[in-house]
C-alpha cells in the first residue's frame, strides 16, 4: 500500500510593504578612487566604478558598474581612503530604467546603490598604515 504525500502550500498575507527584491552582488575591482559629489538636492553622496572581468585569459571581457553610496561619517570616510584597484564584494540594491538619448535612441541604465563593501584585497603596493587605520568591512550602512 502506497501513500500518495500532497504538498502543502501556504501563503503569507502582510500588510507591510514588500521589501526590496532587486538586489545585485559583484565581486570586482575599484576602477578609480570613489569621489564625493552633491546631488541637485544639495546632498552628497560617494560614486565610485567596478570593474568585474570573466571568461578565458585569452578572450578576458570586463563589465562596468557605478555605484552610489550614501554612507555619512567613518563609513563615507571608509569608502573615500580606498585606492583604485581594490578588490571588494559589493551587496547593492538594483534598478534599471529606461531613457531616450539626444538622437531618440532607448537606452537603458542600471543604478546601484550600495548596501554593504568588503574589502577582500588591497591593491599592490598599498601602505600597511592606510590598511591598519580603516575597517575592513562596512555594514548596512556605508
Known sequence: MTTMMR??????????PRPNLARMQVI????????????????????????????????RKTSWFRVASFAEGGARDFLLSLQ????????????????????????????????SIEILARPKGASA??????PEKAGASA
Open 28 to 59: 570586482g575591482r575599484l576602477g578609480a578612487e570613489p569621489e564625493l559629489v552633491a546631488t541637485s538636492t544639495g546632498k552628497e553622496l560617494v560614486r565610485y566604478v567596478v570593474a568585474s572581468s570573466y571568461g578565458p585569459s585569452d578572450d
Open 84 to 115: 583604485k584597484g581594490t578588490l571588494i564584494h559589493l551587496d547593492a540594491d538594483a534598478r534599471m530604467s529606461s531613457y531616450d538619448d539626444a538622437e531618440g535612441q532607448k537606452k537603458s541604465n542600471l543604478s546601484l546603490v550600495q548596501r
Open 129 to 134: 598604515e592606510s590598511e591598519d587605520a580603516v
Open 7 to 16: 504538498p502543502m502550500f501556504r501563503r503569507a498575507f502582510s500588510t507591510t
